[in-house]
């Protein structure tokens, strides 16, 4: 496969709250231990509007977002030419953590906590998957994609699926089959979810602003759906789970009031920076609260196979890339369901 000289990738510049359009992007060679990947696909995060609004300091001055990300090798370095796994063809889906493998969270095989490198992240640190060719220089953040997961999957697998996956993990050792849970947000990350959750045999109560979440709720077996839990019959103080796929003060909120005693509480939205708690009233119930941050390499392997498996069916619409910056538009202003995953080779 012939590698060409130059690229076009979308992001910002450093202080800048404004997507670019970067074209002549000078697409490197490999190192001797480096792979050059071609992106395939690129997951768009509501966590990329949050990037955009309140910067990471570490970010270079031109800096190319995207950090859900699926590709193919299309070039190895020297010392990789004979290596079995890191082949020109092979397919690969990145973890989002650049993880350096010693630090205390990537031998605990939290490698999604990794403190060495300084936590860096492709697409929220150091340059993503919005472009066409990536060079990877840490291959542990490279995963084989099985044979019956697209590039597509394999990039939705990597964050909108990941996340909700260890999110819940965290919820499960307290949670039994049939239990009452209530689940905020049934976008990207909470459509996955519902189904997750629905894997596990709960009872799922779905929750979304949109009214259009109905359809989509019934589709993946929502037990019920609301825009707003209140104008339910359910009393307060019943559901075993609540989780937050939203973070805003309303859905916590919501959680806080739902959550029954000895209750498990799973925050995941990043909606807002600052959330309030209600102390005496979680302390009364012994409620659980959960952050979830990601998931880790460990998981990322098994949300490939529940998807190979058709557990989960991620909900994602390919587009072209050159729409990136309408797509950023319509995701600010609530106007998308599900994933939007970028074909980087449209431009
Ligand atoms: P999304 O925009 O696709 O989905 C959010 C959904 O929440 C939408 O369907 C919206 O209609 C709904 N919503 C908004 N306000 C609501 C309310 N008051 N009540 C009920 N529903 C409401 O976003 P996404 O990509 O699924 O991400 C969800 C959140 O998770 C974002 O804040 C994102 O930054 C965060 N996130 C966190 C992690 C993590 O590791 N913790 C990883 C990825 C994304
Ligand atoms: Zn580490």
Redesign the pocket.
Known sequence: MSQPTHQTGFGFARGEKKIHRYDNLVVKQPKPMQVLLKVEAAGL???DL?MLWGQDKRIPDKFIMGHEIAGQIVSVGSALVNHPLYKVGGRFAVTIADSCGSCKGCRSGNDNMCSGKMGSAYGLSQDGGFQQYLIVSNLRTLLPIPKKVSYVEAAVAS??VL?PYAAIQKAKPFLNPGDRVLL???????ANALQILKSYGLYVVA????PE?KELAQKFGADEFYNDINTSKHRPETFQACFD????Q??FDGCQKYVSEKGVIVI????RARLQMKNYELARREVKVFF???GTSQQQIECMQWVAEGKVKPVANIVPIKELPAYFDK?EK?Q?QGRIVFDPAKL
């Not at 905020?184 to 909470?190: D, H, I, S, V």
């Not at 796929?245 to 805003?248: I, N, R, S, T």
């Not at 995941?268 to 909606?271: A, E, Q, R, T």
């Open positions: 995060c509501s966590s949050h964050d909108a996340t905020f947000g049934l976008g990207g990350l909470g929750c979304d602003l949109k979440a796929f939203v973070g805003f309303p859905t995941v939205g990043l909606g979830s941050f990601g995701l609530g998308i």
